[in-house]
Every structure is written in C-alpha cells, then in structure tokens.
C-alpha cells in the first residue's frame, strides 16, 4: 500500500512519526498570521555609516599623529645630522643653516643677525629630542 500524503496544514515530522504542531515556537494553523521579517535595511545602513563615520575619526586621528611623528623624526635627523662644534644645552634656542657646502649647521647666532641660509629654530628637550619653534 502506497504511503498516506499528509495535507500542507497539517504539521507531520517524518523522522519522529509524530504531529508536532503543538512544539513548534510560531503558529502553524492555516488561519495563522502571516510570518514577516523587518525591513531592517534602513537601519544598517545608517548604523554602517555611523561606524564608518567613527573609524574614519579614528583613522584620521591616527594618521595625523603619526605624521606629527615622522616630521620629529625628520627634524632630529635633520638636526642631528648637522654640523656643530659644541655639546647643546637642554632647553636652549639653536638656530639651523644651510652652508655653502650644502651642509647643515646648528648655530646660537640668530638668523637676524647673520647672512646664512636659514633653516628653522629648534629647542633641545630634556628627552634629547629637537623640537622645531
């Protein structure tokens, strides 16, 4: 004998051999209400640009320390590379030339004062680091 086809509205598990419609977590009764998801898109779109407003903040902040770091790498060699005859004292005002040779040299003569080629002002830290004025 050829097996019974169960109606669409009746709930059968044909593993178990057992009606289940009394177990089930939704309502499965022809009179049912229609199942429906939420629309949500709306609300991930504008959760999405929120989040990428927020990493691009962070992003940019990143970004803008990091380029405050290289230009203080760049102006310690800068500065370190450059000529001078004497030992820099934490906290003092040198001034920064370009030479004739094409050289640095750090100087305590103000660039008022003298001809040279002027390059920046710079302050020795007490972490021996030279910060541009």
């Known amino acids: 004998m ?19 419609a009394a177990l089930l977590p ?6 049912a209400p229609k199942i429906t998801t939420p629309d949500i898109t709306s609300w991930k779109q504008t959760n999405i640009n929120k989040v990428n407003h927020e990493i691009k903040s962070q992003f940019d902040q990143l ?9 203080k790498f760049e102006d310690n060699q800068l500065v370190y590379g450059a000529k001078f005859s004497f030992e820099p004292i934490v906290g003092e005002i040198y001034h920064l030339y370009l030479g004739k040779d094409g050289r ?9 004062e003298c001809n ?18």
Do not use: C
Not at 26 to 31: D, E, K, L
């Open 2 to 20: 050829s097996e019974e086809k169960k109606p669409d509205y009746v709930v059968y598990d044909e593993e178990t051999g057992t009606y289940n």
């Open 116 to 133: 040279w080629d002027f390059v920046g002002t710079y302050r020795l830290s007490s972490e021996k680091l030279w910060e541009q004025i």
């Open 104 to 112: 640095h040299f750090l100087s305590v003569i103000a660039p008022q």
């Open 26 to 31: 939704y309502s499965s009764g022809v009179a």
């Open 63 to 71: 970004k803008a320390e990091y380029d405050a770091m290289v230009k």
